[in-house]
Structure formats: C-alpha cells, structure tokens
C-alpha cells in the first residue's frame, strides 16, 4: 500500500479530518487509499501556532486517508483562499499542488516503521492466529457470551 510521511502536527490533523488539503511541491497522478505516516520531527512552532499542546505519536504509521484529487495553485492568493483546509504557516509560497483529501481514519495502534520521501510502498505483514485451541477458545467465548445476552 502507498504511504506518505507528514510531519506533526499535520499527521495527527489528517486523521483527525481537520486538514483535508495537504501542500506540496510536488504533483503526482496516485489516488486511492494510502498510509499517514508521521516522521519522528514535530513542528514545534506549528504546534505553538494551532494551539496543539498533546503528546503527538511520531516514527510510526498512524492511519490512513483518501487522495481522490489533486489542486493547482496558480497564485500567493489562492493557497491563502484554502488556508482553513491545509493549516499551512505563511511559509507556503513554493508549494504549489493540494492534495485533496477524504474519509480519514486513525489506527487505534501504531504501527512502528521509517518513513522516505514523496509517495513510497509499505508492505505490512497480515497477522493469523496459529494457534487452533486459542481459536476456539475465542469462538466458544463469542458463543457463551452470545447466548447469555439472548436469555
């Protein structure tokens, strides 16, 4: 799956669907779901500017979202027109595209790994339960309580 480092604070404002536009300089022709991952540097100021004062999860993947769009900024002007959707600073001047965002979701539990630059792939590992008794402790489990609920 694709995946793109943010900085904090914006990570955690993606996932939260606060930032739904996310400048950069560079274009790209990917849309689909993709992977927020949050780099281990957090912008002190940023946070200072947007009043975020909680502790900030960094150096893992920590949800996901939706580029279903790319914007072209022409102008100073039309990036400070959308200001409420990207949260940028005033130092925006060379970022020229948004990537427009949707259906933002946090991962209840981070997951650990080192970001790159621009879009990269992430292959994360599918976990299954190999144990068959713990297996069935879990459906008989789901059973009792099922019908202890009904009766």
Known sequence: ????????PFADLIISGKKIIELRKWNTNFRGEFLIHAPIKIRIEDCKRLKINKK????????????YEVKKYNSIKEIKADQKFHLASKNFHDRTFGFMLKNAKSFRVPIPYKGQLRFFDVDLPKTKIKNKEIVIDIIDEEYRYQWIGHH
């Open 1 to 8: 799956m694709k995946c793109i480092s943010v900085s904090q």
């Open 56 to 67: 900030l999860v960094t150096g893992a993947i920590i949800g996901k979202a939706e580029l």
